[in-house]
């Protein structure tokens, strides 16, 4: 099965509310990343959380390994919040691999 | 500070014709180097990765070969394109002992 589940797939919002996004894993982990997907397909790096919270602006990561979770919260969103985010889950078994969630897909509504 | 350079930005190529796709680290000795691929509207998979040079491991086979021929340097390629080999693709690196991974700006192929 799969070993991370991003939820939802896609969230609409009215610009001044907060998003909740999270990542769910099978497996222990070795890491955490966030990233933002760029329409174009490069990715923005928000976060290296491999436990506990971590702040950035109006992002917060929070990775809690026992319950096998990762969220992302997005406080007063804004139009250019939009777009697509992934987690990534990094594994060491055999080789190291990071391993993707299939993205939330984020629209903020003026 | 590192810098990791990605190159074509974008190609149109007819299927079956060959292709190679580079990516460079600076800034960083004996990096471990990934490629990753993403099918439009896909998830991001790793395909290969290399921890030295001249030893690279395939983790998904897609008919694409991949070559480590400086420590810097981790090059993708096929002699023959096909339809599915479309989509966008990450270099990556990280640290011996790191686990935070840093991506390329990527490159976008489109087969025709």
């Known amino acids: 099965g799969q070993q991370v589940q991003q939820s939802p797939a896609s969230l609409v919002l009215q610009e001044g509310e907060n998003a909740e996004l999270q990542c769910n894993f099978s497996t222990s982990l070795n890491s955490m990343q966030w990233f933002y997907q760029r329409p174009g397909g490069s990715l923005v790096s928000l976060f290296y959380n491999p436990s506990g919270t971590k702040h950035s602006g109006r992002l917060t990561s929070t990775t809690v390994i026992k319950e096998r979770r990762s969220s992302l919260h997005i406080s007063s969103s804004q139009t250019t919040d939009s777009g697509t985010y992934l987690c990534?889950?990094?594994?060491?078994?055999?080789?190291?691999?990071?391993?993707f969630g299939s993205g939330t897909q984020l629209t903020v509504m003026p | 500070a590192q810098t990791i350079h990605q190159w074509p930005v974008a190609e149109i190529k007819a299927v079956g014709s060959p292709l190679s796709l580079g990516c460079t680290i600076k800034?960083?000795?004996?990096?471990?180097l990934y490629w990753y691929w993403q099918a439009t509207g896909g998830t991001l998979q790793q395909l290969f990765y290399s921890i030295t040079v001249g030893q690279v491991e395939s983790v998904v086979q897609l008919n694409l070969s991949a070559s480590r021929p400086k420590d810097d340097q981790f090059i993708l390629s096929t002699e023959k394109l096909l339809l599915s080999h479309s989509g966008f693709y990450l270099c990556?690196?990280?640290?011996?002992?790191?686990?935070?991974?840093?991506f390329g700006k990527g490159t976008r192929l489109t087969v025709v």
């Open positions: 990534a889950l990094g594994l060491s078994s055999g080789s190291w691999q990071l391993i």
């Open positions: 800034g960083k000795s004996s990096p471990n």
């Open positions: 990556a690196w990280r640290g011996q002992s790191n686990t935070e991974v840093f």
